[in-house]
């Protein structure tokens, strides 16, 4: 009978100690690490940058939102099995003044659009939420979401397996230094946005960037292709900075081989005649 208490007791001990123990030695997903290969992240100079287990921010306090983001994204991620997609929004703790809020988007006009994309993250759970935080998000008209930005998104996605991994680095621009804001936290609405590629396999190493308009489009994507200097010159971003040599950077960031980015014709049909009169 001793016994039978005894046990009763630990077990109930063990019940309430759970959830401390696993804080104690589990890593909250927030946490702020810095991962190995950081080479293919933007200049930091004086920028605030947060460390994520499945991408890389910099956040803009004035704007309320990242100013890049930046992930490598694989054949292998696209090819595994994909979990439920989250669609619960939240506000990101690790932010140390603070994200932007689900209600700072409520009733605006403009959706929350993903700078990481939900379906490059879908391998895992956590990797899926993550990109719900707040600071990855960034207010996009519908017909920019839904449309030309998912064209896009899915075209990326279409590369990278193609060429088996790619660097991505995407963020918002701001044309005007007072734009349009919304909710309580003064959340900035971007112009347009960028979208810088790198892929770095043999034998064609090669880059490409693209800024789309914040605005429904009917023009296709190779409208608003171009250099990744190009789009250093109106970010303000050094892109790939820790390249092997100045001059493969220099190559990379200056040259445009149209070739060697076929894109689908397809879907800028359906985007067209389908996303943008949704």
Request: proline share 5%; glycine share 6%.
């Amino acid at each position: 009978m001793r016994m039978v208490v005894i046990l009763a007791f630990l077990l109930a001990g063990l019940v309430f100690a759970g959830p401390l123990i696993k804080r104690m030695f589990i890593a909250p997903q927030d946490q702020d690490y810095e991962p190995d290969d950081v080479f293919y992240l933007p200049a930091t100079n004086d920028q605030v940058v947060y460390h994520k287990k499945h991408y890389t921010l910099s956040y803009d306090e004035v704007h309320e939102q990242a100013k890049w983001v930046a992930y490598e994204l694989t054949r292998e991620q696209l090819n595994a099995r994909k979990v439920k997609r989250s669609d619960y929004f939240k506000e990101d703790l690790s932010i140390k003044t603070g994200s932007a809020s689900f209600y700072d988007y409520k009733n605006s006009g403009y959706t929350k659009g993903h700078l990481v994309p939900a379906a490059d993250r879908g391998y895992s759970i956590e990797a899926m939420e993550e990109t719900f935080l707040m600071s990855n998000m960034s207010p996009q008209t519908y017909h920019c979401n839904g449309g030309i930005w998912r064209e896009l998104e899915e075209q990326v996605r279409d590369w990278a397996r193609k060429f088996k991994a790619l660097y991505v680095v995407s963020g918002p621009i701001f044309y005007s230094e007072s734009p349009m804001t919304i909710g309580k936290n003064g959340v900035g609405v971007p112009d347009a946005f960028f979208k810088v590629l790198l892929d770095l396999s043999d034998p064609e190493i090669k880059g490409i960037g693209f800024v789309i308009p914040n605005d429904i489009s009917y023009d296709p994507l190779s409208e608003y292709t171009n250099t990744i200097r190009e789009i250093e010159e109106k970010t303000g971003l050094d892109f790939f900075h820790e390249l092997l040599t100045d001059k493969l950077e220099a190559e990379i960031e200056e040259n445009l081989d149209f070739d060697l980015w076929p894109i689908s014709e397809k879907r800028f049909q359906t985007r067209t005649y389908e996303w943008n009169k949704r």
